[in-house]
């Protein structure tokens, strides 16, 4: 069955990126001075923009 062959390649590219962006949601939820409100990553904290950069790199990393 090549469909599910596709599917599950498609699944374990997924995972890294939605693991870097539960990081960064859960992070910005509890970071109440820097990232908390923020319509923008790059306006939160230090720990907020390096969990957004992986959160970057993660979907560049899917993309190619
Ligand atoms: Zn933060």
């Known amino acids: 069955m090549s469909g599910a062959k596709v599917e599950s ?3 374990t590219a997924e995972l890294p990126m939605l ?3 539960r990081l960064w ?3 910005t939820r509890k970071c109440a001075d820097g990232c908390k409100g923020k319509p ?3 306006d939160g904290c ?3 923009r390096e ?3 992986t ?3 993660a979907r560049a990393g ?3």
């Open 9 to 11: 390649r498609v699944r």
């Open 19 to 21: 693991r870097a962006y």
């Open 25 to 27: 949601f859960e992070h």
């Open 40 to 42: 923008k990553a790059q």
């Open 46 to 48: 230090e720990t907020g």
């Open 51 to 53: 969990l957004w950069g």
């Open 55 to 57: 959160y970057r790199l």
């Open 62 to 64: 899917m993309a190619s």
